[in-house]
């Protein structure tokens, strides 16, 4: 199959790409490096299956040649390039949800959208299951994000019902691996920097927040499948295991050996209070589950961010 991947050089697509051309399909990869990095495919240079086209999804699209199924992932993805970028991360899951359902539309292709556990904002139901509607707050800092994804998910239902557009929506809960950004000042990459540098981590708020992570490789997995599913209703794909974020401090100590001290800070503005994806549908329509605990994961993770920081990985 030929797939067409939005966002390629970015965190999650990067090793997304890398995945379908293990299984030998072929893969042209999208990306206006916005918040991507060109780090993240210098790999698949060579790959005479992979093809690299610089261009902006939510610009007139450039001829990509025919495709069998359009993997729509290109998103600023954490808080603080959100927050940096608000309109272009609007203009992605809007404009550039609408470009590439005509695309997958005139190809006659099938497509996913790479949609967010956002979708529920501070979510009053707990763990989340894909029926609950959410609590999002449309006009706060994170809504150019949840919004986005929201209207995002809404377009590729209209597309599916209005011209039977094979489409599948993921709504992906934390994840976290190599090739995330060492400065994107999500939790994962901010603790593991600081315990690195023996800094004090930044515990926001009183630390009683909780979050789920999901190792790269099991999300990566879910999407593939889910990419090849006749699944259309939104489908949640993250680890279940959830922990506080004073936990999850005290599991990158130990890890790391640091002698970093846990300090607070002030809690960001509708920051979500609990985060736990129900995945049973996930288990029951794609027969998937995360593999990877937090303790597996995080070593390749610390690996990664070691080398970045001694300049290994340039
Ligand atoms: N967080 C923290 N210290 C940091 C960065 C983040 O305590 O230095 C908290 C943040 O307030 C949130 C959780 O970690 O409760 C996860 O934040 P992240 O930005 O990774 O992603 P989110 O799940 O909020 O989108």
């Known amino acids: 199959m030929r797939?067409?991947?939005?966002?390629?050089a970015g965190f999650v697509?990067?090793?997304?790409?890398d995945l379908i051309l293990s299984d030998d399909h072929q893969v042209t990869g999208v990306d206006n490096f916005l918040t991507g990095n060109a780090r993240n495919i210098a790999h698949l240079a060579r790959n005479p299956n992979f093809r690299f086209v610089e261009a902006d999804v939510t610009k007139p699209l450039p001829d990509l040649g025919p495709v069998d199924c359009v993997i729509h992932a290109a998103s600023p993805a954490s808080p603080k390039d959100y927050y940096e970028y608000p309109i272009e991360t609007l203009d992605v899951g809007s404009i550039g949800s609408r470009n590439l359902l005509e695309l997958?539309?005139?190809?006659?292709?099938?497509y996913l959208v790479t949609s967010t556990s956002e979708c529920y904002g501070d979510p009053l139901e707990h763990p989340q299951v894909e029926t609950y509607w959410g609590n999002v707050n449309p006009v706060g800092p994170r809504s150019c994000y949840d919004e986005s994804k929201r209207f995002a998910e809404a377009i590729t239902m209209a597309y599916h019902r209005k011209y039977g557009l094979?489409?599948?929506i993921a709504r992906i809960f934390n994840t976290y691996g190599p090739?995330?950004?060492?400065?994107?000042?999500?939790v994962v990459p901010q603790f593991l920097d600081q315990a690195l540098r023996e800094k004090p981590i930044t515990v926001y708020g009183d630390g009683t927040q909780?979050?789920?992570?999901?190792?790269?490789s099991d999300l990566v997995r879910g999407l593939y499948l889910l990419s090849q599913s006749d699944e259309r209703l939104p489908v949640n794909l993250g680890n279940p295991v959830e922990r506080t974020m004073v936990q999850f401090a005290e599991v990158i100590q130990q890890l790391t050996g640091t002698r970093?001290?846990?300090?607070?800070?002030?809690?960001?503005?509708?920051d979500p209070k609990r985060r736990k994806p129900d995945i049973s549908k996930a288990k029951r329509v794609l027969g998937w589950e995360p593999e990877v605990s937090l303790e597996e994961g995080l070593k390749p993770t610390i690996g990664y961010f070691q080398s970045i920081q001694t300049g290994a990985i340039a």
């Open 210 to 216: 909780t979050r789920s992570f999901c190792y790269v």
């Open 3 to 8: 797939f067409l991947v939005s966002g390629a």
């Open 179 to 186: 090739r995330m950004k060492l400065d994107d000042g999500r």
């Open 104 to 110: 997958a539309y005139a190809n006659n292709a099938r």
């Open 260 to 270: 970093s001290k846990i300090v607070f800070e002030p809690l960001p503005q509708d």
């Open 13 to 17: 697509p990067s090793h997304l790409c």
């Open 166 to 168: 094979r489409t599948n």
